[in-house]
């Protein structure tokens, strides 16, 4: 089952996205996690099996478009359906909310993942993002 995780819950978002390679020494990933628990236009929803994080998904919005960050699903529970599900409970959880477009971000040389997304329907979009750290 799919459910909002929580503040407590940091600790084990951080090491599943750490296991599979999302976080970067750049990014505060607890810090991420705390804000998106406690925004309130986002949540980071998660899949437990055995007691145990095994999947989750950042989902928050601007009021126009969502966005999804830190999907992971552990190496132990892939191949189950549990990427698409989470994925499948983000859009709802926008929708929820009325939004009428998600998106999120995937590094240009993550083949995998980006056939993954592929698969789900998802098309790449012609534009650039830019940034810059603030802090």
């Not at 990933?29 to 950042?58: H, K």
């Not at 859009?91 to 056939?115: C, H, T, Y």
Request: proline share 4%.
């Amino acid at each position: 089952m799919i459910e909002p995780l929580g503040p407590d819950d940091v600790a084990a978002a951080v090491a599943l996205w750490t296991e599979v390679g999302l976080t970067r020494p750049w990014n505060d990933a607890g810090g991420d996690f705390l804000r998106a628990v406690g925004g309130p236009a986002s949540v980071v929803l998660g899949i437990r099996a055995n007691g145990e994080l095994v999947g989750s998904a950042m989902v928050g919005h601007d009021g126009h478009r969502g966005w999804v960050y830190y999907l992971a699903v552990a190496e132990s529970a892939r191949g189950r359906g549990l990427g698409r599900a989470l994925m499948g409970a983000a859009e709802a959880w926008l929708v929820e909310r009325g939004l009428p477009k998600i998106q999120f971000m995937v590094r240009s040389d993550n083949e995998a993942v980006i056939n993954f997304y592929d698969h789900l329907g998802y098309a790449k979009q012609d534009c650039v993002v830019l940034g810059r750290r603030l802090v």
